[in-house]
Every structure is written in C-alpha cells, then in structure tokens.
C-alpha cells in the first residue's frame, strides 16, 4: 500500500475505533506490558527473535495496530519492532514525538531510505512480519504458529501453502509472515483475498478482546540485574545533528542499553536488534531526558548472545553543553506575559520543540528553555532543577532592553555568570556609555526585588535583611529605590547615582547600569554584575573598582536581538560561548 | 429563493499579513458575506471585518504544529503542509465560533476572481463537499495557498473538517509524497469513506442479512482502498 493510501486507511481506521473504546484500551495495556517487561527484563535469548515492521501513516495509528500488540502479546517469541513511516519527514516527526512515549527507545523508526537497508540487512532465515496497513490476526493461527512452537514449520513453507492454509493468519488487513530471505523476493505483498477481509471487515465491531490474545498475560515482574562481570570504561564526547553515537561491543543478537544502577533495578532506555544494525558502525541513540545533563551519566551496553553469553560495557557518557543539539530542546510559551515572541523566535531559530509550560507532564523529556520565572515556568526550571538537567533561561536583555529588541539567554543559571574571554565587537555595537569610578561618593542606594522575584527566589525578607546588614557596617545615608511601576515618575538612575557611594541590589539590571555609569555595586553572586562588584556587604565601605571591559565583552555574548535569536544566531554564539576559556 | 450566506475567513498566521488579508476581504463585496480577519494579536481591521485572534486563548494546537514542521527539519513558515494546517485551524475555529452559514471560505488569494467566480462554484460544490479554486500551493515559498470553499450545508462537513485537521494534527500530511491541499482533503473524504464502508459491513454481518451479493459489493470498494 503506498503512503498516500495509508493515510485514509489508517484514519478511517482509527475514526472506526472510536466507537470501540474497550478495543483500545486493550491494545494500549498490551503497549503498555510490554513496554514495562522491554524496560525491566533481560532479554531471553532462548526465544526466537521475530522482526516485525508496521508501516504507519503518522505515530497516532499506533495505539489502533491491534495486530502488532497481538503479537507483542506473545511471550513465546522476542519482538523487535520496527515503526515504517512513508517519508523521512514524517520518520523525523515520530522520532521527536516518540520522547514522551513510553515505548521511546524500544522501537526503530525508519524512513523509506533506511528500510529497504534495514530489510536486506536480516539473515535469509530470520522470522519476518511486515503489516502494509491496519490489521488484525486470526488468534488461533497465531497459536499454532507461535505458542506451539510451529515458527520452525512456519517459516519452512513457502508463501503459497501459508496462503492456502485453513487457518489464514490476517483475520482483517493485510502483510507478509515469513522469512525474511522470501519477503526480499517478493515484489509487493499479496492483496488479502476477498474471502479473509468480508470476514473481517463483517467482524469488526463484534471482536472480543479475549479473542485477540490480548490482556491475558499478567504484567512481569522486575528482576533484580545481572551484572556481566567484564566491563570496559568508554568516554562518549560525540553527537551529531540526529543522534549520539554509542561506540558498540561485538556479538550478540540484541542490545541493551541502561543506566548502570548495579546492583539497584535500572531502567532499559534503548534496546536494538542486532539484525537490525549494521555491523561496522556505532549505535545510534537520541538520548532521553534523564540523559541531558552537564554531569556525566554512565551507561551499561550489553549484547545477549543465543548462546547465552553476555557481553557488557560501560560507557561514561557525557553531552557537553557545547553540543546540544536542537532535538534536545523545548521551548516553552506561557498562557499570559510578554515572553511568548521571543519564545517563538528561538524556536524558529534553533528548530526545537515548541508548547506551553502548562501543558508539559511532571517529567521532561527535553532540555526545557523558559521565558521569565511566572506561569509554571517556574514549574519547569523545579523540574529542571531536581533532575540536575540543562536548561535554558531567557529574560530581559542587560542593554538594548524591551520587547522586540534584545533578550539575555543564559544557560543553568539566571545570569550571565562567571566571565569568558569573549571579543568586544558586540559590546561595541551595543554602544554602551562607561564612565570612570566615582570613588567619592556618599550615599548607599538600595534597590529591592520586586515580589514576584522573592517569591520565585525564595528571599522574601531580602530588603530587612540587607538594611540590618548595611546598619551594622556603615553609617552612611541609605536610599531604598523601589522598582517604578508603570506610570509611577520617579528620579533618573543617572541622576540618583550622581553622588552614590555604592549601589545595593539582588540581581537587578539596575547595578549593570550602575557599574557602566561608574557606580561601584554589591549583588548577590547570581547577579550578572557579581563578576565586577562586591557580594560581601561588610566590605561595602571598601569598594572594587575592576577592570569592566572583559565583563561588558561577555555580557554582550549573552544577549542577543529578536532577529539574531529568529534566525539561530544567537543559538550558534551561545554553542560558542560555551568553548571559551574562563577570564 | 435568499441569498446564500457565506462565512468569508481571511487568515493571517503573523502580524504582518493582516493587512494583505484584510485587503483581501475588503475586495470582497458579495451580500451576505461575513468577513472574518484571523490574526495572532490586535489589529484594527476599521470595521471591514470581524477581527478574531487566534492565539488570544493560547491555543496547544497552533504551538504543536510548529513543533510537526520543526521535528521535520523544516524552517519555513510557507511549507504549505503547515500554513494549510494553520490556515484550516483558523477556518474551523470560526466556523465553529460563528454558526449559522450556508458556506465557509478560506480566502487566501484573488479575491476579485473569487467574486466573478462565485455563481459558477456555487453550482459547482453542490454535492462536492469542498472545493479548492485560485492559485496553486504545491510550490514553497511566500506564494499563498489555493482558496477552498466548504458547503457547511452537507451534513458530512463536521465529520470532514474533523479528518482534514487530523491529518495536519497528527503529522500524516508530512506522510502524503506529493502533498496538496486537494490531495489532503481528498484523503479526508476518502477516510470517511473507508469508515462508512467498514461500519455498514460489520451492521450487516448479522446473521440474516449476511447476503453474498451484499458482501461482495462491500469487499469490492475494500480491496480497491487496501491495493
């Protein structure tokens, strides 16, 4: 069946499953043990390893392949599974979609150039299925085949007794069983005879779930691991636009790849049949969420040989922030505020993943990049945050500031942080006005958070804190300057520092400001302006006065503009910010 | 017999199109044309059109397509299976905010050829469900997409609308080798055809109607869509 057929097949498919909730529900539990027993259990190589290729028209036809989840059903053969899509686009599509399934990293996803590659690569004699469309499976046959071991018998016949057979496999649908050295000779699949789909399509609606083998095997238990006693360490530094690569161990039928929790259960995060992967080449693995972090995770490779011997390797694996790829990415827009443009641009600059903070489920499955600290992006950055994951932060910029002009994006922080050696052509451009030290000043000026920030920053008494701080190591006048609210007048900063000895704040933009125009400043160490002012409130009547340029220079490399963020720019300097050397 | 009323949706995907597509509507003077302008913020549309922001309820939907065309590799906004998607959204959205009319227009181009060709499309959707008219979409780049016009009368539109926007909603327009929007929506007909037939022949398999020639109608139209 071409793509262009499967399309209004399979949704026509899925609108008729609609009527049938429990239908569904049971091949979403079916997806869902096996899933469970793919993460948790050993491969049992004592089982015959059935390839099975399910030609999909997008990943929503999925949870409606009732013949693919019958034979997941079955505990007498392994099942590796290959999802087909028409186009590579649409193959890209289900990649990205698959990291919030729980099957992530079970199945294979191909397009139409890797398949026929995929297909050739199989042993002659290796147990085939391939679905053309939706289909389901006469159970009785599947018994035969399967359950009472007949797969020997099965795959021994050519493709005219299978056909000819009293107990024809597709009760509904079409598709191959057989040997893989047969399919690859035969030129398209045979069209189901008349007979099998009246039968099936007259079925439909009337099929009992029992009927289908599904829902009758009870869910596996979690073994505790059994650890192969040789182990090699691997340090991966390597990514490309697609995927990581993963240096691979030889032999062996399947591979298992997990997080290394000995002796604690660990969790299968990719699992590949050996049949399905090309000898001299790496594997290839999109790392899941739990795996986007700047701390290195260590990974345990193993292939299960029929045989029975297991050959395992542990793998170091770490992806520098300097590698990110736009896969790994999710940009997340809030239901109010003003940060949504500029979360669309850097969307659209860096290809990522685009969805609303509220939306997205307790765990993540990218590397989240969030606009402001209000309406659950706070939630996110939490999430973020326990998991010891990257992420993205975006905010008004230090110069050139307001909405659709230029916003400072700083990686696992607030601010732009410790300094990098970075060129001063963009702070050049930026055309910022510094002024010389005023060393002879005479009043402090205090400038408090707003509330929302000390509710999202957990310092909600930051301002008696300071001030009981301030009294016990100077007697200088002291001028609390509350953030103006729209339409409130209030003196120019320039103005008020005019004579100020110091400035105090948390993190404000307002002591960049302050530094440019000569006033010394005292932040916390997040402050963007920590790196040239003072975070120690007892040396407030002792002053630094550094040299600003290297510190204006990495600032300016932490912002950018609406444009330079819309077309990836700014996405490939923040890449290149994260190479340069530390001040 | 009245004139037909016809809902008139002029889509607008960023802010700067709003004035090209509100030029549109107001080149529009058919009575009993409703002109709707879908735009993503305010706009004044100076009382030429009802002006509808699309994203004011921060809808998922528009977000995820985004998400489709991006996960596909692909940057432009004008790759036709996403502004179609987005252009059918807006059109649904106000089809199902504003009831009442006999047609739905998605007026993306030439809209003096849509007035003159009016009667004729009048005549010619009858029975058609939709019909796309105006300049092509199968090339990328700024070009605007075909115009399509839906008989909200015909009492499978619902059903329809539902199949195109999942087609766009779940990514299966990145699966259509050479995608057009009449091939899409084609394909929708085609899923509700599929459907009807699969449901009438399971309804039928009753024991006492099961009849072979019955059977064998229905087998014919299903083996021609799975070959």
């Not at chain 1, 030609?55 to 059903?73: E, F, K, N, R, W």
């Not at chain 1, 932060?393 to 050696?421: C, L, M, Q, V, W």
């Amino acid at each position: 069946m071409t793509g262009d057929a499967l399309s209004s097949q399979m949704l026509g498919w899925r609108k008729l499953l609609r009527s049938r909730p429990d239908l569904v529900a049971a091949v979403e539990e079916e997806w869902s043990r096996w899933t469970v027993s793919q993460r948790e259990q050993v491969p049992d190589v004592s089982k015959p390893q059935v390839v099975i290729v399910a030609q999909l028209s997008c990943p929503a036809d999925l949870t409606a392949h009732i013949g693919l989840v019958q034979l997941l059903a079955l505990r007498s053969i392994r099942c590796a599974v290959v999802l087909a899509f028409a186009t590579e686009e649409l193959a890209l599509i289900a990649a990205g979609q698959a990291r919030r399934e729980p099957w992530y990293g079970l199945v294979k996803i191909s397009g139409p150039c890797e398949r026929p590659e995929l297909l050739n690569r199989l042993p002659a004699d290796s147990p085939l299925v391939v679905f053309t469309g939706p289909a389901i499976l006469r159970r009785d046959c599947l018994e035969t085949m399967f359950v009472t071991k007949n797969l020997a018998r099965l795959l021994s016949q050519n493709e005219d007794e299978v056909e000819s057979s009293d107990d024809p496999v597709f009760l509904w649908g079409s598709g191959f069983f057989g040997r893989a050295g047969d399919y690859a000779h035969t030129e398209a699949v045979k069209a189901p005879s008349r007979k099998k789909e009246s039968a099936g399509a007259s079925q439909l609606l009337a099929l009992d779930v029992t009927e289908l083998g599904l829902c009758r095997n009870p869910p596996a238990a979690a073994p505790r691991n059994q650890w192969p006693k040789r182990t090699t360490t691997v340090q991966l530094a390597n990514s490309d636009e697609e995927a990581v690569d993963i240096p691979r161990v030889q032999g062996g039928d399947e591979f298992v790849i997990r997080f290394n929790r000995n002796p604690l259960p660990s969790t299968v995060i990719e699992r590949r049949s050996a049949r399905l992967c090309a000898t001299d080449e790496p594997l290839k693995i999109r790392l899941p969420g739990e795996m986007l972090t700047p701390a290195p995770k260590l990974l345990r490779l193993e292939t299960y040989n029929p045989s029975g011997r297991v050959v395992g390797t542990n793998l170091l694996v770490r992806v520098p922030a300097s590698q990110l790829q736009p896969w790994m990415l999710s940009a997340f827009l809030n239901r109010g505020g003003g940060g949504n443009p500029v979360i669309r641009a850097f969307a659209q600059g860096t290809g990522c993943r685009l969805a609303y903070a509220e939306d997205e489920p307790e765990t993540l499955s990218e590397i989240p990049v969030v606009w402001g600290v209000l309406r659950d992006s706070d939630r996110i950055l939490a999430q973020a945050k326990a998991r010891l994951m990257y992420f993205f932060y975006i905010d008004h910029a230090y110069f050139d500031r307001g909405h659709g002009k230029s916003y400072r994006i700083t990686r696992n922080r607030y601010e732009a942080g410790p300094i990098r050696k970075c060129p001063r052509d963009r702070i050049a451009s930026l055309d910022v006005e510094v002024r010389p030290w005023q060393k002879s000043g005479r009043e402090i000026i205090v400038c408090p958070p707003t509330d929302y920030f000390m509710a999202a920053h957990n310092c909600a008494d930051w301002l008696q804190t300071t001030l009981d701080a301030l009294a016990q190591f100077t007697e200088r006048p002291i001028i609390v300057r509350e953030k103006p609210r729209p339409g409130e007048t209030a003196v120019p900063l320039k103005t008020a520092l005019k004579t100020a000895h110091a400035l105090v704040t948390h993190s404000s933009n307002v002591a960049i400001e302050a530094a440019c125009l000569g006033t010394p400043v005292f932040v916390n160490p997040a402050s963007a302006a920590a790196p040239i002012g003072e975070t120690d409130l007892s040396k407030i009547e002792m002053p630094a006065y550094p040299d600003r340029d290297p510190w204006l220079a990495h600032v300016a490399y932490n912002q950018f503009s609406i444009d330079e963020i819309r077309e990836g720019i700014a996405w490939q300097l923040l890449l290149e910010l994260e190479e340069r050397e530390f001040a | 017999m009245p004139e037909p009323s016809i809902l008139l949706c002029g889509p607008a995907a960023q802010t700067e199109e709003s004035a090209a597509s509100l030029d549109l509507l107001r080149q529009v003077g058919l009575p009993n044309a409703v002109k709707y302008l879908v735009t993503t913020g305010k706009f004044d549309s100076e009382g030429a059109a009802k002006t509808v922001n699309v994203e004011g309820d921060y809808p998922a939907d528009t977000a995820y397509l985004q998400t489709l065309l991006r996960w596909a590799e692909i940057r432009d906004l004008h790759d036709p299976r996403f502004r179609d998607g987005y252009d059918l959204y807006c059109l649904r959205r106000i089809i199902a905010r504003f009831k009442g009319s006999d047609y739905a227009v998605l007026l993306r181009n030439g809209a003096t050829a849509f007035e003159r060709q009016w009667p004729k499309l009048q005549k010619s959707i009858r029975g058609r469900l939709f019909q796309t008219f105006g300049r092509s979409t199968a090339a990328r780049g700024q070009v605007p997409g075909k115009n399509l016009i839906v008989d909200l009368k015909d009492e499978r539109c619902a059903d329809f609308l539902d199949a195109a926007w999942e087609l766009y909603a779940t990514g299966a327009v990145y699966g259509i080798n050479e995608y057009s929007l009449d091939f899409a929506l084609g394909t929708a007909l085609d899923a509700l055809r599929v459907e009807r037939m699969l449901r009438q022949a399971a309804e039928r398999a009753s024991p006492v109607s099961a009849t072979g020639t019955q059977q064998a109608a229905d087998v014919t139209v299903l083996v021609s869509l799975t070959s």
